[in-house]
C-alpha cells in the first residue's frame, strides 16, 4: 500500500513564525502536492513538484514556498505564519502517468494564534 | 475554468437507506471526474473514476457512479447505506489537457443514523 506521511498531525504557532510542514511518501512517486482544506471550500492546491528540485504554484501560493530536494519528500514553508494560514494541510503524492489517482496523508491542522 | 459544484453541504440518511451525492462539472471537453472521501481523521481516499467508456462507474465499498454528459453530472450512489459511510465525500474534475490539477468540490459531510 502506498503510505503517505505527514510530520504531524496538529500543531499550533505564533503569528509571524516560520513553519515547516513536512511529507513523505514511500512508493517512488514523482508528483506530490500541497492542499489546503477550509470548510466550505473544499481542497486548494497551493503548490505541486513532479520531479527533485521543481515545483509550479497551484491556485492559492501566495504565503508559502515548498522545497524538494529528495523524491521522497515535499515541504511545504510558511514564510511568516499569519492566523488567516490557519486550516488543514493535505499532501499527496501520484505516479506520473496517473496525476489525478493522488494518495493523500492523513493532514496536518495548523493553528496560528 | 473548469469547476465543480456539489450543492448538498450536509445530507443525513438512515443506515440500510439508499444514497445519491450530487455533483456538477463545467467544462468545455469530456472531463476526468472522481469521487474522493475522507473519513474522520483520515486523508481522502480514492472510490472511483471516469475518464471515457461506461458511463456507470463502480467502485469501492459498493459506491458506484453515473455520468451524464446532458446534465454535466457525475452523482455518486449506493443501495444500501452502512454506518462506517459517515464521511465527508469530494468530487473532483481534471481536465485531459493539463494532467496534473484536480479542482475539487466544497464537500459533502454525510451521517448516518443508527
Known amino acids: 500500500d502506498v503510505k503517505v506521511t505527514q510530520s504531524s498531525r496538529y500543531l499550533v504557532k505564533r503569528t509571524g513564525e516560520k513553519v515547516f510542514l513536512e511529507c513523505v511518501q514511500d512508493m517512488d512517486h514523482e508528483n506530490m502536492f500541497w492542499y489546503r482544506q477550509d470548510p466550505g471550500l473544499g481542497l486548494r492546491l497551493i503548490y505541486f513538484s513532479y520531479d527533485v528540485k521543481m515545483k509550479e504554484k497551484g491556485d492559492i501560493p501566495e504565503g508559502y514556498s515548498v522545497s524538494r530536494e529528495k523524491k521522497e519528500r515535499f515541504s511545504l514553508i510558511l514564510e511568516s505564519a499569519s492566523t488567516n494560514q490557519t486550516s488543514m494541510y493535505l499532501c499527496a503524492s501520484s505516479l506520473p502517468g496517473v496525476p489525478y489517482e493522488q494518495y493523500f496523508g492523513p493532514g496536518t491542522r495548523l493553528t496560528v494564534t | 475554468a473548469q469547476s465543480v459544484t456539489q450543492p448538498d453541504i450536509h445530507i443525513t440518511v438512515s443506515e440500510g437507506a439508499s444514497l445519491e451525492l450530487r455533483c456538477n462539472y463545467s467544462?468545455?471537453?469530456?472531463?476526468?471526474l472522481f469521487w474522493y472521501v475522507q473519513s474522520p481523521g483520515q486523508g481522502l481516499q480514492l472510490l472511483l473514476k471516469?475518464?471515457?467508456?461506461?458511463?456507470l462507474v463502480q467502485g469501492i465499498k459498493g459506491f458506484e457512479a453515473e455520468f451524464k454528459r446532458s446534465q454535466s453530472s457525475f452523482n455518486l450512489r449506493k443501495p444500501s447505506v452502512h454506518w462506517s459511510d459517515a464521511a465527508e465525500y469530494f468530487c473532483?474534475?481534471?481536465?485531459?489537457?493539463?494532467?496534473?490539477?484536480?479542482?475539487f468540490g466544497s464537500g459533502t459531510q454525510l451521517t448516518v443514523l443508527p
Open positions: 473532483a474534475v481534471v481536465s485531459s489537457g493539463s494532467a496534473r490539477q484536480l479542482t
Open positions: 467544462y468545455g471537453a469530456t472531463p476526468y
Open positions: 471516469y475518464f471515457s467508456g461506461d458511463t
